[in-house]
Nanobody, 118 residues
Framework: QVQLVESGGGLVQPGGSLRLSCAAS????????MTWYRQAPGKERELVAS????????NYADSVKGRFTISRDNAKNTVYLQMNSLKPEDTAVYYC???????????WGQGTQVTVSS
């Protein structure tokens, strides 16, 4: 059974911090690149941050670069997104994605709500 389970979302004030976690099971986590996406109401889903299977290379959207950090722990089958200096524009549902690029196979989590409001 393939599962990606996000946790850590919630309500936070502007300037605050939040850490999202995505726990994976049912597939070989260490062979998959991991990506965090987000989608705000009325907007298209956008890539937030990604990390390759070994954790050596990361990529960030310009809007979050310098504020967010993606990391992974292959021993725990978990990917994280540390979110600092949060802005109201960061409000969205955040999704965890696992992608085995070699064969174009991907899995999605259920999403977790992040709301930044004062």
């Amino acid at each position: 059974q393939v599962q990606l389970v996000e946790s850590g979302g919630g309500l936070v004030q502007p300037g605050g911090s939040l850490r999202l976690s995505c726990a994976a099971s049912g597939f070989t986590f260490s062979t998959y690149s991991m990506t965090w996406y987000r989608q705000a109401p009325g907007k298209e889903r956008e890539l937030v941050a990604s990390i390759i299977s070994t954790g050596g290379t990361t990529n960030y959207a310009d809007s979050v670069k310098g504020r967010f950090t993606i990391s992974r722990d292959n021993a725990k089958n978990t990917v994280y997104l540390q979110m600092n200096s949060l802005k109201p524009e960061d409000t969205a549902v955040y999704y965890c994605n696992a992608n085995w690029r070699l064969v174009g196979r991907a899995y999605w989590g259920q999403g977790t709500q992040v709301t930044v409001s004062s």
